[in-house]
């Protein structure tokens, strides 16, 4: 966007795309839980819990604050450190929230049993998984694919909906409502530890670059007062520290939560009363004492 779009950073600018399929979800999930859910699952069986639909709510507010007004704008033509938030909040935060919100038997309609379960089995093995998610990271971060995406809305939405759909993938074995496909809890903070390693590659990278990285970025209005650099700089400490300490969390949350509970199982000591019959039936049992005589 040139001209009068740079005069006023935080001019309000509707998203009507986004609009339409926030609502078309919500739609969509009231009406799973309260047409379908009843007519799929057992009599007498839960539908959905009060988590699933906490964790749908936290997932429709990220998904709509991260795709309009003012992060999608200002991180669009102004600042890439909110580009890297907006992108941070579509693979980190909102995808885990997702897979929470959807209830079992949701999911296995969704998928079914035929050739999109068998890719679907493919793809959530965590190697398979891990490999996918963090090579779409590397390449949205590649400086030429940046600069076309953000001056392109179908190629921008599109890589959004890779990043998601790859993010959807990478959190299945963590936290997806398959339980044959998740992963032990033992092996679960190893995995996630593995996820925090690739993004370190381009957040270095950008914390020490020299010079302009993204020149679409390099434009005369600077939100905050935020130098090109700078702003590269807190992209780089975003992708960083942010993703860092959020999956760093969850492998402390995974590692106590395993050893925990054996910890827990092996020093649980129960002491049972003994009855009045109890004890006399040890004593009749037990011989008496032989009489030594000196």
Request: hydrophobic share 50%; charged share 10%; glycine share 6%.
């Amino acid at each position: 966007m040139l001209g009068v779009a740079f005069a006023d950073p935080w001019r309000f600018q509707a998203n009507p795309e986004v609009y339409v399929l926030v609502a078309f979800l919500v739609g969509a999930y009231i009406y799973s839980i309260r047409v379908i859910g009843p007519r799929a699952v057992p009599a007498g069986q839960q539908v959905v819990s009060r988590t699933n639909i906490i964790c749908f709510v936290g997932a429709m507010i990220l998904l709509f604050s991260a795709s309009t007004w003012p992060i999608h704008q200002i991180g669009e033509d102004y600042l890439y450190s909110v580009h890297m938030l907006q992108h941070m909040m579509l693979s980190y935060f909102m995808p885990p929230l997702v897979l929470l919100a959807t209830p079992t038997w949701l999911m296995r309609l969704i998928v079914g049993t035929g050739r999109a379960w068998r890719v679907v089995t493919f793809m959530a093995k965590p190697v398979v998984a891990a490999v996918v998610f963090n090579m779409v990271v590397m390449v949205t971060h590649i400086p030429p694919v940046v600069n076309s995406s953000v001056q392109s809305a179908p190629l921008h939405y599109g890589l959004h909906a890779l990043l998601v759909l790859t993010s959807l993938l990478m959190w299945t074995p963590v936290v997806g409502p398959f339980e044959e496909l998740r992963l032990s809890h033992a092996a679960k903070p190893i995995y996630l530890f593995l996820q925090s390693v690739v993004p370190t590659v381009p957040a270095g990278w950008l914390t020490f670059a020299e010079g302009v990285v993204y020149k679409h970025y390099n434009q005369p209005v600077r939100v905050w007062n935020i130098s090109v650099t700078d702003d590269q700089q807190l992209a780089g400490a975003i992708m960083k520290i942010g993703g860092s300490v959020f999956l760093w969390t969850l492998v402390a949350f995974y590692f106590f939560k395993r050893f925990a509970t054996n910890w827990k199982e092996e020093n649980t000591y129960r002491r049972t009363p003994l009855t009045f019959e109890q004890v006399q039936s040890e004593f009749e049992a037990t011989p008496a004492p032989s009489e030594q005589v000196s």
